[in-house]
């Protein structure tokens, strides 16, 4: 059973940096493709980042050169550092795991930057 506990989200000015953490518990993230997804209010839930087997990385082209992603193998965590926070960076983000036969989300955390 794959179980994904995220933290570190919370209320921040924009410009502000917060960093996301993402423990991973029945899985090995370095193993595997981890990303971190965000849901605003009324829209899509849509991929931020993500990191392959490979150290290989995608971002979403708003986060580009303001986000971060990274893991810690010795700790089994995927962590988001979000810098230069804009507004429109406020939604829930999602930790997400991306097995071949199956896919897990973490329950999410807020993430909310005031003008």
């Known amino acids: 059973q794959v179980q994904l506990v995220e933290s570190g989200g919370g209320l921040v000015q924009a410009g502000g940096s917060l960093r996301l953490s993402c423990v991973a518990f029945?899985?090995?993230?370095?193993?595997?493709?981890m990303g971190w997804y965000r849901q605003a209010p009324g829209k899509q839930r849509v991929l931020v980042a993500d990191i392959n087997t490979g150290g290989r990385i995608n971002y979403a082209d708003s986060v580009k050169g303001r986000f971060t992603i990274s893991r810690d193998s010795a700790k089994n965590t995927v962590y988001l550092q979000m810098n230069s926070l804009k507004p429109e960076d406020t939604a829930v983000y999602y930790c997400?795991?991306?097995?071949?036969?199956?896919?897990?989300w973490g329950q999410g955390t807020q993430v909310t930057v005031s003008s």
């Open positions: 997400k795991f991306d097995g071949l036969t199956f896919n897990s």
């Open positions: 029945g899985v090995i993230v370095s193993n595997n493709v």
